[in-house]
């Protein structure tokens, strides 16, 4: 299991979502919230998918944060 | 955690064992938009996850998604990723600074882009050819303003002049 943290200054809880929901498919995703962090804990059935997986993850909620900022600066 | 010979311990080390790297740059030089920017240059070929090291500073880690990365290719990594978020950081202070210059520029372009006016805009446009208020002159023309003032006797008639000028018939 990978536990990714993401920072509320820095990400938008609406883009971990999507991200997550993007993801859903390919592990078992857990989320839940701390109190700076969105929590998304990855688990898949090799510890290379979880790998994958978890690090997709991050990358699209990067994304998704950033196309958010742009739109609405 | 690994130290990077290249860069200072505190700004950036590396994590063999995981096959990552972290950068940690002042929010105050480097905005998060800038941050945003360079890791999305890099999430080709790593995988990014930014997060706030304190109340000052970004840390940013970046795992190539290349398996068996060693500590020269992380170091290559991280110092790229340096290198891009400073020309992002530079690209974003200038947009600052130039925001109404461009704002300016792009609303003539929209204006003239609207096309040409209706007749309605037409009929309500001011035509008249009313000279503005010129207290200080600066819209006289030169021979206006200092051109040779014509004397009283200055009554001849064009043809009879006594021909000192006339270059024309000496030949």
Known sequence: MIELRFHKDVYAGEAVDAAVKQFARFAALETSEAPRHWVVRVTGRSAARERTVAGELGNHALGATAHRRQAAP | ?171
């Not at chain 2, 063999?16 to 480097?30: F, K, M, N, S």
């Not at chain 2, 880690?61 to 110092?79: C, M, S």
């Not at chain 2, 446009?125 to 303003?145: C, H, R, T, V």
């Open chain 2, 1 to 171: 955690m690994a130290a990077l010979s290249s860069i200072p311990a505190e700004l950036a080390g590396a994590d063999l064992a995981a096959g990552a790297v972290h950068l940690t740059v002042r929010e105050e030089i480097y905005p998060l938009d800038a941050v945003f920017a360079a890791a999305f240059t890099f999430i080709k070929d790593a995988w990014v996850v930014v997060d706030r090291a304190d109340d000052a500073h970004w840390k940013v880690v970046l795992t190539p998604k290349a398996a068996g990365a060693d500590a020269a290719a992380l170091e290559t990594q991280v110092g790229a990723f340096a290198n891009e978020l400073l020309a992002c950081a530079y690209r974003h202070r200038l947009a600052a600074a130039n925001r109404a210059t461009v704002e300016a520029v792009t609303n003539a372009a929209l204006a003239g882009a609207l096309g040409p006016p209706s007749f309605d805009e037409l009929e309500q446009f001011d035509f008249s050819n009313d000279a503005f208020e010129d207290p200080l002159g600066i819209a006289q023309s030169w021979e206006d303003k200092y051109g040779k003032k014509a004397k009283p006797d200055d009554g001849a008639p064009a043809g009879a002049s006594d021909g000192a000028d006339d270059d024309g018939g000496a030949a």
